[in-house]
């Protein structure tokens, strides 16, 4: 489920528990995540660095190191950050936990740092889905969905007969918006994420902006997507929380959708 709020998060904990703490050994084992780096490559460019400074934009995480080389790291869909001590004990990572997990569960720790301390920070990910490299690219990301402005968010948004929700989808075009969040977008601004670019209105565009500023704001305050209204009525059967309406469910953007029939049009 991470998206723009949990990459935040995640950001914000490197930030306030892991800066400025010498790294003495590196776990960069899994072949997978760390792709295409061989196990030991990024063990040896950061053994002896301290992470300086946490940066993101979208769903993208990269910390400068003091001399050495970037990291980069993507939490994918189920990826957590978390700050441990010495003994284990988690001691920042924030507040929410999926698949039932909860702190001091380290069983799919798929990449870590050791400080000279003994703290620890890991990648958790149960699904394996998350990316650990040195140096990431960047230069293909849009405008973070967080911080753009309306004359941004007007060329993101751009023109053409594809859906609204894939163009909101489109990391190159906005960086941070996944499936969650672009559901509750649409829900909030009254568009069917079928609509084609094309036919919405200026007023609609205005609205849609709006939408995003307001439900990327609200997901920051509230400790994450997971908070946000349309999240728990995303289910067979699920009514709309504006006006009770069954909710439809459909394939649009290549991701599965629900929007309210009534009011989203």
């Known amino acids: 489920m991470p998206e ?57 995480l990269w910390c400068d190191t003091a001399t050495g080389p970037v990291l980069g790291i993507h939490l994918g869909m189920s990826g957590k950050i978390v700050i441990s001590d010495v003994d284990g004990t988690e001691v920042d990572g924030g507040d929410y936990w999926e698949f039932g997990r909860a702190p001091g569960d380290y069983r799919w720790s798929r990449f870590s740092l050791t400080f000279d301390d003994g703290g620890m920070l890991r990648l958790v990910d149960p699904r394996r889905l998350g990316r650990i490299r040195l140096d990431p690219p960047l230069d293909g990301l849009g ?24 163009r909101l989808l489109d990391q190159h075009a906005l960086a941070g918006v996944g499936n969650l969040l672009a559901d509750d977008i649409l829900w909030r601004a ?76």
């Open 4 to 60: 723009l709020p949990e990459a935040e998060s995640a950001r914000a904990v490197i930030e306030r528990s892991a800066l400025g703490r010498r790294i003495v050994a590196v776990d960069d084992g899994d072949g997978y995540v760390c792709r295409p780096h061989a196990p030991g490559e990024i063990a040896a460019a950061l053994v002896g660095e301290d992470l300086a400074a946490a940066h993101r934009r979208g769903k993208t």
């Open 143 to 166: 405008p973070d969905a967080a911080t753009i402005t309306p004359k941004q968010f007007a060329t993101a948004l751009g023109s053409g007969r594809g859906p609204v929700k894939a």
């Open 190 to 265: 009254r568009l069917a994420p079928d609509r084609p670019v094309d036919e919405l209105t200026a007023p609609e565009r205005t609205r849609l902006q709006r939408a995003l500023r307001a439900t990327i704001g609200e997901a920051l305050r509230d400790g994450g997507v997971h908070t946000l209204p349309l999240v728990a009525h995303r289910h067979f059967g699920g009514h709309c929380p504006r006006d009770g309406t069954e909710l439809r469910r459909a394939t649009v953007g290549g991701r599965t959708s629900y929007w309210c029939p009534k009011h989203q049009l």
